[in-house]
């Protein structure tokens, strides 16, 4: 049984800060690339931000504007998503997901999501 569950969203003010977790259980993290993703109402769901198993190399959407931090630590088996400066733009369900490389349109495991809102 192979589990991801992200935790951490909420409503915050325009301006604020939260921090997305990415907990995988029965299987370990560092063998994979591990991508957040976002889907707002009426939207597709989008790429935001991927990092390497191999390197720990770090990708990100333009559209984040350097507010986000992507980060891991494989001795919790969890991946963290640092949001910063939020907009109400950013309003969405985040996920994670499992990936072979970054860059690659092709997942493995998915979480629930998490719901990000962004409101004043």
């Known amino acids: ?16 800060s939260l921090r997305l977790s990415c907990a995988a259980s029965g ?4 063998h994979y690339a591990i991508g957040w993703f976002r889907q ?5 769901r989008e790429g935001v931000s991927c990092i390497s198993n191999s ?6 959407a333009d559209f984040v504007q350097d507010r986000f ?3 891991r630590d494989n001795a919790k088996n969890t991946v ?7 907009k109400p733009e950013d ?6 997901a499992t990936t072979i490389n970054c860059g690659i ?4 495991h998915w979480g629930q999501g998490t719901q990000v809102t962004v409101s004043s």
């Open 27 to 30: 299987f370990t993290l560092d």
């Open 40 to 44: 707002a109402p009426g939207k597709e």
């Open 80 to 86: 963290y998503l640092q949001m910063n400066n939020l």
């Open 69 to 71: 931090t992507i980060s």
């Open 1 to 16: 049984q192979v589990h991801l569950v992200e935790s951490g969203g909420g409503l915050v003010q325009p301006g604020g």
């Open 55 to 60: 390197d720990g190399t770090t990708y990100y």
């Open 91 to 96: 309003t969405a369900v985040y996920y994670c």
């Open 105 to 108: 349109d092709i997942t493995y």
